[in-house]
């Protein structure tokens, strides 16, 4: 390993940071924005650079590039403590790709006041890969409300249709998700007794001398709850259609394809195994909810969708379905593959959004009803669409393919029905994905769109909003025709923390190749 | 009376245990001479004595924090000198500076005189800082008063304005009653320990210490619940908890802004400092009735405040009853405090957080204040952010550290005041407290709305007061205000060891 000057996760979190706070304190505006590639840059290279040397590194409890630092806190066993597990690193490379192909497509925006756009995102960017590097539960929650309150302000100022009240929902509810989960935290943190908030530790306790049945059961409800309103889960989802809808591209972009993760990333990493019997309890819930509510019920009212963006929206809820549902069978595989779909979906989704606001740049409308035929004059924006709608369907060759697959696999066990149900979802997707598809790039041009094409005739898409595209594309691409290079950490990191998370008889790990 | 008992009791006063007082005495004395030498410049004059000499005071208790006479009473038991109270003492000084600058804003734009103003400022922050380190009844009542007589002039300051009259009025009506309550509970209390035919007995049942002690030997009293009861009331009075919150929105939007900060947050804090020295030190032994009634004025005071403040329009009135709300999660933390280890100091935590996020938040009101000082809407901070960005930022940071949103202070505050209520075990009033946190953010978001996002509703010129420039002095108060409470936020560190207390 080659020597690094400082810890990679240290630098991820804080150069954007940094970059952020100079231009806070007023640095002029070409300046801003020279520094602002930098700021986006730094997290991906240092993610990159984590994923290359991740196998070989030094490790402990399955954590590479363990550090700590204080902050003072000691006493009550809070730390900053940093480290990527093989769970963690997925995620992590996640956040630098998506941060920085949505970090480029902001910088080549024309939004008003930019400096401050940008410096929000630089925040969020921060936040977001501060979440996956923590290994101080304590961290782990306070970087992801780092990342979420400029998502608030992003969608307020500038949103587009019902902002203010896109804006006001969207915090009351992720506030209502946030401090529930917090609660449950703060109750494992005093019933287990470990003077701590650091995973590893905790783990350590929980394992020795495990809560009372009924308490996990308790907890794992809250919890569940609490995460679940922050991942959308039925019936709690109906902010994120609406403040993703609203959301500017670049905010829409990290929260859909990477915070909103956040919850899922958290049940994985910290509900599922400090609480090992709550599962059982709560199993069968979740999949009812995230089978019928999730998948059924959202993805019909995904096909009703007339508005491009909320259609987006939907969908992504729709998604989290799977993504439940997975966790609900509790196997290893399962679990797995949630972890799979979760980068799949992610940089499908924020390059479905980012295309959505290229779209809306040359149709002047979301509404998908005004639009037709844009694909004659903007071929490549055409076929990233479609591509992206691919993707997102999960057809083979794109990362998504290998999580739903996985968690179809691993439902098998757990239920035939969800799983016919899921499968079932496949085509529900595949018929809005579709039919968006050809609604706003096929067919003869609406009335209105022929009319706003007089005036301002469509170009394809540019440059710069095409390099974004394309390194969201190529993520998908090289996981999903080379999964091993995610599946194994992923492996790796189960078999470390698997102990609780029961094995069905057909577990054998992860891979799929 | 022999000479000897005359020597005890002169040995007893330890005039240097109280030379932070005491300078303050001296100072708001000397202001009014100042007044009577130079009576044409005294007014810019005055000010700046006033905040020098607070500086030094401030920089003598710092530097003294660890006082010879820290953990032993003085004046016969009737003050007990602490790092609490030594604490406390930085924070009232703390707020009678930053109240001192928010007066020369608000003061300038009005007819009114100004050396009473800082000179009774003097006083109440002197009472204060006794207060918060009584130890014995008729301390705690003197100190009160002298604060709370300081507090109806000052509150009733603008003498032309009628909202500050009628401020003045229900605040002298209720807080009359409210002393009264206080004084029946101390009577029935020095009552009932000093009968002979009781366990225990003492004829200085004033005294927190002979009264804890009585109160252990009679585990049970009726008389003596009562009037713990009623001590309790007329506390709850001064922190504004429910029930006693009726005053707050009327006498808050009619105060002066400089008045309705230092009401919010150096009486309200000293209020804590008061109440966790009766349930720690005076009546220990009756947790099983302190407990449950603190939790339940807790609970009622933090749903209270929160539905209260969703409907208000005038940011006084609105910032008064989310300072109810926060006066209910600072009792969750009183309630918690017998029992967890971590409380005591996560309240100390929580009142610094609510001081600087409070003082950014009214230095901000104090600049766009216009003639008449009640009239204060939400709607004249349409497009603030747009036309004055500095002060917008400021705003949204100390808005954002009242709601308790991370990274910033009052996060941490509200954190660690909720480990230690769960802690001890108060699962029911936690799930209460995280609903009036979600509910909060509406009004604050509301606030920041209206500073942020609604640039185009920005009301004609001449419709809303123009906000008055800001100094660089204040500039810089107010840059430090906001960046303590982000610095705070990310590395509490510096006041960790208050966590172990």
Known sequence: ?????????????????????????????????????????????????????????????????????????????????????????????????????????????????????????????????????????????????????PTFIMVGIWGGRDRNYAAMTMTIYLTLGAMLSLLGLIAIYVKSGAHSFDLIALRATLADRPLAVVAQHHLFGLLLFGFGVLVSLWPLHSWAPLGYGAAPSSAAMLHAGVLKKFGLYALIQVVLPLLPAGLGAWGHTLALLAGFGNVLI??????????????????????????????????????????????????????????????????????????????????????????????????????????????????????????????????????????AAARVFFGPPSEAFALVAQQHPPTDLSWSERIPALILIAALLFIGLWPRSIARPVDAGLAAIAAPIAPTSTAGGVSPL | MDLSLLQHLAAGNTWGAIRPELALGCLALGLLVLDLLFPKRAGGLVACVSLAGQLAVLADVLCHFHSVWLNQDTFNGLLHPSLAGQAMRVFLLLSSILVVLLARVTLAKHPAPRIEFYHIVLVVTAALMLLVQSNHFVMLFLALETVTVGFYILVSYFRTSTASLEAGLKYLILGALSSALLLFGIAILYGVAGNPFLPGHSADAMRYAELAQFLTLNPHNFLASVGIVLVLAGVAFKVGAFPFQIWIPDVYQGAPTPVTAFLAVASKGAGFAVLLGLVLRAFPSYGWLVTPVITAMAVATILFGNLAALTQHNVK?????????????????????????????????????????????????????????????????????????????????????????????????????????????????????????VVSIYYYFGWIKAAYFEAWKAPAAGSVPVPTPVGKLFGLVLGVLALGSIVLGFYPGPLGHWLQW
């Open chain 1, 1 to 149: 390993m080659p020597p690094f000057p400082c810890n990679p996760l240290l630098l991820a979190i804080a150069a954007p940071l940094a970059v952020a706070l100079a231009i806070g304190l007023g640095l002029p505006k070409r300046w801003s924005l020279r520094l602002a590639y930098l700021g986006f840059a730094a997290p991906l290279l240092c993610a990159l650079h984590v994923w290359w040397h991740f196998n070989n590194a030094p490790k402990a409890f399955g954590y590479a590039y363990l550090a700590s630092y204080s902050t003072g806190l000691d006493g009550l066993g809070i730390g900053l403590k940093l480290g990527v597990n093989g769970i963690a690193l997925p995620l992590f490379v996640l956040a630098g790709v998506v941060g920085f192909a949505a970090g480029l497509y902001a910088l080549q925006s024309t939004a008003e006041r930019l400096k401050l756009y940008v410096m929000l995102l630089l925040v969020m960017q921060a936040g977001l890969m501060g979440v996956f590097a923590s290994v101080d539960v304590f961290f782990l929650y306070f970087f992801h409300e780092l990342a979420l309150i």
């Open chain 1, 298 to 435: 959202i993805g019909l009212v995904t096909i009703a969708q007339r508005d491009l963006k909320q259609m987006i929206g939907y969908s992504s809820v729709m998604h989290m379905g799977y993504a439940f549902l997975g966790l609900a069978c509790g196997s290893a595989l399962g679990v797995g593959g949630v972890v799979l779909l979760m980068v799949g979906h992610g940089l499908s989704v924020s390059l479905l959004f980012l295309l959505a606001t290229s779209v809306h740049q040359r149709t002047r409308t979301f509404t998908m009803a005004d639009m037709g035929g844009l694909g004659k004059a903007a071929p490549v924006l055409a076929a990233f669409f479609v591509a992206a709608t691919f993707a997102s369907i999960g057809l083979p060759g794109f990362a998504n393919f290998w999580g739903e697959l996985t968690i179809f696999v691993a439902l098998w066990p757990f239920s035939a029905g969800f799983t016919i149900l899921a499968v079932a979802g496949v085509v529900i997707s595949a018929i809005y994905g579709l039919r």
């Open chain 2, 317 to 437: 009135r609105l910032i008064g009853l989310s300072g109810v709300s926060h006066a209910g999660f600072l009792l969750l933390g009183v309630a918690a405090a017998p029992y967890a280890p971590l409380a005591v100091g996560a309240i100390y935590f929580y009142l610094l957080a609510y001081l600087i996020a409070s003082f950014t938040v009214f230095g901000v009101m104090a600049h766009l204040a216009g003639p008449e000082d009640s009239d204060q809407e939400l709607e004249h901070y349409a497009g603030l952010a747009k036309d004055h960005p500095f002060l917008g930022a400021v705003l949204a940071i100390g808005l954002g550290s009242l709601a308790g949103i991370p990274p910033l202070a009052g996060f941490m505050g509200k954190f660690f005041v909720f480990v230690a209520a769960y802690q001890a075990g108060m699962h029911g009033a936690l799930v209460v407290a995280i609903a009036g946190v």
